[in-house]
């Protein structure tokens, strides 16, 4: 199986982990875990791999390669439910809403 499709596709999705907690911050997506309340969710990655999730044409039949789209999942520190979001998602909101850069000094 193939693990991506195109050329520089992965980095594409690859966002620094403070930018991935300060989208769901934003988003005000930084609640408890629903299954056990723990507070803590970790990111989901390999060294070098990240998540995508395989889609399905409506006949339900897999094309080959098999078409994919990146996730960023995360799991509960305690029981290790997973939540899932698409990474294109994310990246569209962190365009729309830039970090705030600190004024520069004055001379
Ligand atoms: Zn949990």
């Keep these: 199986m ?3 499709a ?3 596709e992965p980095s594409e999705y690859r966002i620094p982990p ?6 769901f911050e934003g988003m005000g997506a930084n609640k408890p875990c629903p299954i056990c309340g723990h507070e ?6 390999g060294e070098d791999d990240y998540p995508s999730i395989v889609l399905l044409g409506g006949d339900q039949m897999l094309s080959s390669p098999p078409l994919h789209i ?3 999942m995360l799991f509960c520190g305690n029981c290790l ?13 962190l365009e729309q809403n830039p970090k705030e850069e600190p004024p520069p000094p004055e001379e």
Excluded: V, Y
């Design 70 to 72: 990146a996730i960023t």
């Design 6 to 8: 195109e050329k520089g």
């Design 40 to 45: 803590h969710w970790k990111l989901l990655h």
């Design 81 to 93: 439910f997973l939540r899932s979001h698409p990474t294109k998602g994310l990246i569209q909101w």
């Design 18 to 23: 403070e930018d991935i907690h300060r989208a």
């Design 2 to 4: 193939t693990r991506s």
